[in-house]
């Protein structure tokens, strides 16, 4: 037998696809408290001295969290390659955005306190903002979009063609999400700085973060009314071979109204995302008031898995719908690479992955406390 033939080709498709969610959420639960924190910089520290503060409890750590931005990423290259090639090729001036407001931040980090001058830092801190926020809103806006469909075609070849434009991805539905996706890691990065700040920094976030879990969940309700009420969903009313090579015109797909629900029909048991998303935003209202940081943060988490995944239950098997030509919209089932390819990416994974977790725990372990104004003004290497 041949070494990759130990797993099936269709087993290994769904193993990438969960992988593939695994990569988001895990940029999503780390890094997106990152995002939050910056976007909340402005706000949560009014001094000087607290906008550090505020700077320091992610200052050593962002740059591990964005690690998993840069997994997902790989993983949608090796294992999707159509889908790589559709959506950083039709999103380019999006992702272009992403990229230069995540630029922001490690010039933000490292140059915001090279000058005393008060103008110099309060820029720098606005920066820092457009760093956490921009990047927020467009990953929503790009999940609005996948769930809209996006407006892309084959040829006999199997070539892409994408046929929309920028401003079009600023659809009401896309903007919601985004909005959804700014309150979720607003909420994430206000219950981390609870848990690493202490005093008028800490009562500020907690205010905030409040706020926040209240916008989640109501924009998380709202999306969802949505969905069912004025987004067309996609079915496949043809066989399609889970083994069979990766071709998208190898099949037949219908627009159908309340399409992204059939799903939870056919598996109540998957009704459960949804409801995660919906306890955990719940759990950190209470939470906040009552003063538990960590089982907060953990909420937040779990609150940021459950809405994540409830998207890609809805979808499955796609993972990118076509507004242009329904039967060329991308699935589980045959976009991806080849069963080598996946087989030999999947134990490279299984060595590194856990590697990078472990290593993320211990650094998390040894960083472990509150940052403090006398971490600030006591010298040493703070931000």
């Not at 402005?42 to 000087?48: E, H, S, V």
């Not at 294992?79 to 999103?91: D, E, I, K, N």
């Not at 590194?352 to 509150?370: D, M």
Request: charged share 10%; with cysteine.
């Amino acid at each position: 037998m041949i070494l990759h033939e130990l797993l099936d080709y269709d087993t290994l498709r769904l193993i990438w696809w969960g992988l593939l969610g695994v990569l988001l959420i895990g940029f999503a639960a780390t890094d997106g408290f990152d995002l939050g924190v910056g976007m909340l910089l402005p706000f949560a520290g009014r001094t000087d001295v607290e906008r550090r503060i505020v700077i320091n409890t992610v200052g050593p750590v962002w740059e591990g969290n964005q690690v998993w931005l840069i997994l997902g990423g790989g993983a949608i290259f090796a294992a999707w390659p159509q889908l790589y090639a559709v959506s950083f090729s039709g999103f380019y001036l999006a992702m272009f955005a992403i990229l230069a407001a995540l630029i922001l931040r490690p010039v933000g980090f490292k140059y915001r306190s090279k000058r005393e001058s008060a103008a110099w830092r309060r820029n720098w801190d606005w920066a820092l903002f457009v760093g956490g926020f921009v990047p927020a809103l467009i990953f929503g806006v790009a999940v609005g979009n996948v769930l809209v469909g996006v407006p892309f075609r084959l040829n006999a070849d199997l070539r892409i063609f994408y046929d929309g434009s920028f401003f079009a991805l600023l659809n009401p539905f896309a903007l919601l999400c985004g909005l959804l996706s700014v309150a979720m890691l607003a909420m994430h990065g206000a219950n981390w700085l609870v848990l690493k700040s202490s005093g008028a920094v800490a009562e500020r976030a907690r205010l905030y973060g409040t706020w926040a879990a209240m916008a989640t969940i109501a924009l998380y309700a709202l999306g969802g009314v949505a969905l069912w009420l004025f987004i067309d969903g996609y079915v496949i009313t043809s066989t399609i071979n889970p083994v069979g090579p990766s071709n998208p015109l190898a099949k037949t797909v219908e627009v159908a109204p309340g399409g992204w629900f059939t799903n939870y029909a056919d598996h109540p048991w998957m009704m459960i995302a949804p409801v995660l998303g919906f306890v955990g935003a719940f759990g950190v209202l209470r939470g906040l008031r009552g003063k538990r940081e960590i089982s907060t943060l953990l909420l937040s988490k779990l609150s940021i898995f459950g809405i994540i995944s409830s998207v890609g239950l809805s979808m499955f098997p796609f993972i990118l719908p076509s507004t242009a030509q329904p039967g060329a919209s991308l699935t589980v089932w045959d976009s991806s690479s080849s069963h080598l390819t996946l087989f030999i990416m999947l134990v490279v994974t299984g060595i590194f992955l856990p590697l990078i977790a472990l290593y993320t725990a211990w650094v998390y372990k040894v960083l472990w406390g509150k940052v403090e104004e006398d971490d600030i003004t006591g010298g040493g290497h703070a931000y």
